[in-house]
C-alpha cells in the first residue's frame, strides 16, 4: 500500500475516480501541504506542473493507501504527460510520493487555480479520462500521448453536445447501452456497440447492433464579399472520395476545420480562415448546426458566411504544412456558385447547404453592405 500526494487535476474528485477506477467511498483523502515545492500553471496547456522551491509550500490532498492496481491505473495516466513519482515528505511528517514532469517539459506560466480550471476545463477533461484510461490494456502510454489531441477534441465535442439546441419536439426516450467497445482509434475512431432503444409505443426494441464512426467537431465558413457578390472555395485533396472510388479526389468546398478544445466554433471558423485561406473576416453569421450523419457519426458542424473583403488577388495557395495541407483557392460569383449547386458539380453538403442560405439571404446582405459603404 502506497501513499500519494495530489496538487493539481486529480484533487478533483470525479476525475479521480475515473483514473484510479474507484469510487470516492473507498478511496482515504485528507488534505495535505507538501513544503519545498510550487505549483504552477502549464505554458503549453491547461494544466499544472510542480517543481522544487525553497520557501514554498503547495498544497493537496493525501491519498492514501493505494493498490499496485491502482498505482498502475495513475502511472498509465500520468504517465502520458511525462511525470513520474517522487518521494517526498508531508508538512505533518507523513511520507508519500508525488508526480512530478520531466525536467525542463513543461514551461511555469504563473500560479494554478483548481476551482477555474474545473470551471473551464473540468468536464472536457474527465470525458478524455474515460477514452484514456478505456485504452489501459491495450496501447502503451506513449501511444496514448501521441493520439491525446483528437483525444481531447472528441471530448471537447461531448461537452459541445450537452449544450444541444436542437431537438424540440422529438422523443426523450430511454437508450440501454449493454456494450460499446472501441475497435479503432487514431485520428478518429470507430465503435461498435449493442443496445436497445424506447420505441414510440413505449416497448424496449430488441437488442440491436450497430456502429458508430467517432469525430469531433467541426466549423465550416463559406466566405462571401456582398459588395462584388462573389464567394471563396478552396480546393483539397479527399479521403472520402478516394475511399469510394470517385473520379474526382480534388474537392471544391467551403473552409473547415476542427474546433479545437477551449475554442469556440466562429473561433476556429475564423483561424481557418486565416491557415487555409489567408482570410480576415468581418461579421460571421451562423447558418446551421448540424450531424454530418447522425445514423452512423458523431461528427457534428457549426456552418457560418463568413463577411470578407475579395479582391482578385486574394486567391493563392494555403494551408499549414504541419498538418500537411495544400491547398488551393478560388473565386466565384454567385451566379456561377448557384449554377455549381443546381448542375450538381458541386457534391459537398455544407457548400451546398450554405449556397442555399445564402441565395435566401443575399439580397439584405448586399442592402446592408450599400449602405454602410461610403460613396
Known sequence: MRNLFFYGTLRDRPLLEIVMGASGDALDVTPAVLPGYKVSSVAQGPFPMIETCTGETAKGVLVRGLTPEQIARLDFYEGGFGYDLHQITLEDGQSGEVYVPEPDLWAPDGPWDLSLWQDEWGALSRHAAVEVMGYMGSR???????????????????????????????????????????????FYALDEMRLRYERFDGALSAPVDRAVFVGSDAAIVLPYDPLRDRVLLIEQVRMGPLARGDKSCWQLEPIAG??????????????????????????????????????????????????????????????????????????????????????????????????????????????????????
Do not use: C
Not at 472528441?154 to 460499446?180: C, E, P, Y
Open 140 to 186: 502503451s502510454r506513449d501511444d496514448v500521448a501521441r493520439m491525446f489531441p483528437r483525444i481531447r477534441a472528441r471530448a471537447a465535442a461531448k461537452v459541445n453536445a450537452s449544450a444541444s439546441i436542437h431537438g424540440a419536439g422529438t422523443l426523450h426516450g430511454q437508450i440501454d447501452v449493454q456494450n460499446q467497445q472501441r475497435v479503432y482509434s487514431n
Open 258 to 375: 476542427a474546433v479545437d478544445p477551449g475554442e469556440t466554433p466562429q473561433m476556429a471558423a475564423r483561424r481557418e480562415a486565416q491557415e487555409e485561406a489567408g482570410l480576415t473576416l468581418g461579421e460571421v453569421l451562423p447558418v446551421s448546426e448540424v450531424y454530418a450523419s447522425p445514423g452512423n457519426s458523431t461528427e457534428f458542424y457549426y456552418i457560418y458566411l463568413g463577411l470578407a473583403d475579395l479582391p482578385d488577388e486574394v486567391t493563392g495557395i494555403g494551408g499549414l504544412d504541419s498538418e500537411a495541407e495544400d491547398i488551393r483557392s478560388h473565386l466565384m460569383s454567385f451566379d456561377d456558385l448557384m449554377d455549381l449547386v443546381d448542375g450538381m458539380g458541386a457534391v459537398n453538403a455544407p457548400l451546398v447547404l450554405v449556397a442555399y442560405w445564402l441565395a435566401r439571404h443575399r439580397d439584405g446582405l448586399r442592402l446592408a453592405k450599400a449602405a454602410a459603404t461610403p460613396e
